[in-house]
């Protein structure tokens, strides 16, 4: 017996990611018609996956998040992520920027006091995974360094 080939829906795909960025979750998943859909925010190291549950045989599936990215930089402390030392001015650094351990790399405000975030290692930033004026919490990845 035969399955008919079912294709993603991708109107349903599109209106996840806009409900994402729209409430700021970091991840939605969805289970619908034999699907599961998660997205999850995260730069170019966060992933989205959508695979049939009926699969006879899983495949095996390495699933990198930016969180358990070796390079990942997280968050010290709930607070609002800045990307700059005043509004207007030049970013701290930049993706493609190489960057000393212990350089300033974005500032975090908690309760009123600007808490300036180093660089744990010397590398090259190859994802900044936050927006400027953005809420972050603790533990969640700022930028990767590689």
């Known amino acids: 017996m035969t399955k008919a ?4 829906d991708e109107d349903l ?9 729209e409430t700021e979750l970091c991840e939605i998943e969805i289970e619908q018609d034999g699907w599961r859909i998660r997205l999850a925010r995260g730069g170019s190291v966060g992933t989205m996956v959508a695979a049939p549950r009926e699969a006879a045989v899983p495949a095996p599936h390495v699933e990198v998040t930016a969180a358990e990215h070796p390079g990942s930089l997280k968050c ?4 609002t992520a ?3 030392a005043t509004p207007g001015a030049a970013p701290f650094v930049e993706v493609g920027a190489r ?3 212990g350089q300033t790399v974005m500032i975090v405000e908690a309760m009123k ?3 300036h975030i ?3 290692r010397s590398g090259t930033i190859t994802a900044i995974l936050i927006e400027n004026g953005q809420p972050v919490e603790f533990g969640e ?3 990767i360094i590689e």
């Not at 080939?5 to 993603?8: D, E, T, Y």
């Not at 010290?76 to 607070?79: L, R």
């Open 5 to 8: 080939k079912k294709s993603v």
């Open 13 to 21: 795909i599109r209106n996840l990611a806009d409900l994402l960025k």
């Open 76 to 79: 010290p402390m709930v607070g």
């Open 82 to 84: 800045y990307l700059a």
């Open 99 to 101: 960057i000393t351990e």
């Open 113 to 115: 006091t600007m808490n």
């Open 118 to 120: 180093p660089a744990p």
């Open 141 to 143: 990845p700022l930028m």
